[in-house]
């Protein structure tokens, strides 16, 4: 069974604004690829400070897509070494 939870560590100085701000960035975007109404009811996030990280459902569709948006985000602004991702079978941040 895969993965239900994507979870992002981001490097220190990473605000929580900045992280909350990409995700954001990243639902709106899977509004144009599912549609507003899926991609608010199937996204589901958790941000949390020091350090800084963020939990992704990505059980369906539209979370993976929110993942692979903040992934790609996140790379192409800070660099590849700006964060980690860890595979998380449960919802913990």
Known sequence: MPAQFCKFVFADGISRSYVENIIDQAVF????????????????????????????????????????????SFTRLRGDRSFEIYQADKWKL
């Not at 958790?46 to 963020?54: F, G, I, L, S, T």
């Not at 979370?63 to 948006?69: D, I, K, L, S």
Request: proline letters at 5%; glycine letters at 10%.
């Open 29 to 72: 975007l899977a509004g144009y690829a599912f549609g507003r109404d899926r991609a608010a009811r199937d996204s589901a996030s958790a941000v949390a400070d020091d350090p800084p990280r963020c939990l992704i459902d990505v059980s369906t569709d539209v979370g993976r897509y929110v993942a692979e948006g903040i992934a790609e």
